[in-house]
């Protein structure tokens, strides 16, 4: 089992900046690929971004390529989100997750957190 806990969301004005944190404890962190993804009420959980275990290589969706960037510390079993130049569109709950696939697919995530949400102000 893994515990994932989320912290770091807000309420930020349109081109603002936050940083989500997500701290795992339990199964061995540094074995399980990370991911983001976010879900505004009414849709579908939608993924955002996927760290391997080792920090390299990264993926992101399209819409936040080059405004997030994913990174891990695996001394700290956190991974973290940091989110720049931010956009009202971008205002959702935010959720990390854990697997141990290489995947953009929800369904292959086996670890969630119970989210935090961002609020971005235009």
């Known amino acids: 089992q893994v515990q994932l806990k989320e912290s770091g969301g807000g309420l930020v004005q349109a081109g603002g900046s936050l940083r989500l944190s997500c701290a795992a404890s339990?199964?061995?962190?540094?074995?399980?690929?990370m991911g983001w993804f976010r879900q505004v009420t009414g849709k579908e959980r939608e993924f955002v971004a996927i760290?391997?275990?080792?920090?390299?290589?990264?993926y992101y969706e399209d819409s936040v390529r080059g405004r997030f960037t994913i990174s891990r510390d695996n001394t700290k079993n956190t991974v973290f989100l940091q989110m720049d130049s931010l956009k009202p569109e971008d205002t959702a709950i935010y959720y990390c997750?854990?697997?141990?696939?290489?995947?953009?697919?929800?369904?292959?995530?086996?670890?969630w957190g119970q989210g935090t949400q961002v609020t971005v102000s235009s």
């Open positions: 997750a854990a697997t141990t696939l290489w995947t953009v697919y929800r369904r292959d995530f086996d670890y």
């Open positions: 339990g199964r061995t962190f540094s074995n399980l690929a």
């Open positions: 760290i391997s275990k080792d920090g390299s290589p990264t």
